[in-house]
């Protein structure tokens, strides 16, 4: 199964790509989580990259199409894959659909989770109060400021690719606002319809 996962910041894509992964065993591919990865390694990409995820900002089509397309091609992606935080933009979703063309593969669900953005924002900033309350550390751009410029990145960038896969007939939405569990089985759901088609 191949999957994408679509929402703001903050939506819980993450959470649902996990629990999703470990159902179906099929990876996560999450590209803010490769990115931290080669920033915390100190890789060129990730040197290159620090700054503008640190403000909230994309990456480069570039540097995200390339490091995809190596991660899709190791082994455990083979029998699927869940992609979340990918694509972002447009010209990702062009390079990802020419990418599995390519591979003579197919997408079998764009699932978007459907969020209220002003609950969102408050949620994160409760959520860093009290990680930092409690002696934890939060992520570098878990701060009001580059949570607006991801909002407004993804206003200006993202939200444009839910009708890129409403046209391909692959677009399906859940509502993100519902408990945790009832948004996986939402998802369950849409898949099982996805897959029927
Ligand atoms: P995330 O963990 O998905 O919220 O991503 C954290 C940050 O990594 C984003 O704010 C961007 O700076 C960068 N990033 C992650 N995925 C992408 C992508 N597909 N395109 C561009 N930038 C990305």
Known sequence: MRL?????????????AKILSSKHGIPQL????????????GSAVGLRAKS???????????????????RVDQPDSARG?????YPRTVVQAESLAAMLE??????DAVIELKVDEEALGRRMENRVRETLAAGGSVRADDNAESFRRRMSEY???????????ARAGLLRVVDGMAAMSAVTA???NQLAAAVRN
């Open 186 to 188: 939402a998802i369950e």
């Open 52 to 70: 503008v995820m640190d403000s909230g900002q994309l990456v480069s089509d570039e540097i995200v199409n390339e490091i995809v397309a190596e």
């Open 102 to 107: 390519g591979k003579s593969k197919q997408l």
């Open 4 to 16: 994408i996962l679509l929402g703001p910041p903050g939506a819980g894509k993450g959470t649902q």
């Open 30 to 41: 999450s590209t803010g989580d490769m990115l931290r990865a080669a920033v915390a390694d």
């Open 155 to 165: 206003h200006a960038k993202t939200a444009p690719l839910s009708s890129f896969y």
């Open 81 to 85: 894959f869940i992609l979340d935080g």
